[in-house]
T-cell receptor
Framework: GQNIDQPTEMTATEGAIVQINCTYQTSGFNGLFWYQQHAGEAPTFLSYNVLDGLEEKGRFSSFLSRSKGYSYLLLKELQMKDSASYLCAVLDSNYQLIWGAGTKLIIKP | IAGITQAPTSQILAAGRRMTLRCTQDMRHNAMYWYRQDLGLGLRLIHYSNTAGTTGKGEVPDGYSVSRANTDDFPLTLASAVPSQTSVYFC?????????????FGPGTRLTVL
């Protein structure tokens, strides 16, 4: 079967750095997405990786290793508004997104 | 530009009733999707449409139907609602189903079936 694993919840301090990991086993791979979802709101796009390596976008970076079936999202200079769930999703061989359950990130002052 | 709109925002429905969730996008995207989101689970694909006039089944299609008469609209119908269909429903769209095409989400419909 297809499986996306992420930690259920993480806590970090305002101003710090946090890394959210995602491991996947899917039928085929056509890219990996990270989305942010604030409570009660829709998911919004953060990043997309299809090749191995690090993609940096402001305070957020995303890393992919296809051989290890592994990705992480790195958030720097954490702000209170970063408190949200972070969803990892893989585009499989049928070009359908397979979603992880999400990681709830709690930021403390 | 509104992006994607969904209606209603929330609904309480008696079991056995028929219900249509509406979704409209103004981005001229070819592909559209319906997901349900339940606590502790990832988003699960119900149905999708790669282009107007075509639809396909996702991971959890039973009890749901869709139509795609034009590019903008993608309604989801529950023919006879059951309590297990209580969930938050998100509609999404993307330019195509190719690699790298971002899916954009509507605000969601919170449905409770009693």
């Amino acid at each position: 079967g297809q499986n996306i694993d992420q930690p259920t919840e993480m806590t970090a301090t305002e101003g710090a750095i946090v890394q959210i990991n995602c491991t996947y086993q899917t039928s085929g791979f056509n890219g990996l997405f990270w989305y942010q979802q604030h409570a009660g709101e829709a998911p919004t796009f953060l990043s997309y990786n299809v090749l191995d390596g690090l993609e940096e976008k402001g305070r957020f970076s995303s890393f992919l290793s296809r051989s290890k079936g592994y990705s992480y999202l790195l958030l720097k200079e954490l702000q209170m508004k970063d408190s949200a769930s972070y969803l990892c999703a893989v585009l499989d061989s049928n070009y359908q997104l397979i979603w992880g359950a999400g990681t709830k990130l709690i930021i403390k002052p | 530009i509104a992006g994607i709109t969904q209606a209603p925002t929330s609904q309480i429905l008696a079991a056995g009733r028929r219900m249509t969730l509406r979704c409209t996008q103004d981005m001229r995207h070819n592909a559209m999707y319906w997901y349900r989101q339940d606590l502790g689970l990832g988003l699960r694909l119900i149905h999708y449409s790669n282009t107007a006039g075509t639809t396909g089944k996702g991971e959890v299609p039973d009890g749901y139907s869709v139509s795609r008469a034009n590019t903008d609209d993608f309604p989801l119908t529950l023919a006879s609602a059951v309590p297990s269909q209580t969930s938050v429903y998100f509609c999404a769209s993307s330019d195509s189903t190719s690699s790298g095409d971002t899916q954009y989400f509507g605000p969601g419909t919170r449905l409770t079936v009693l």
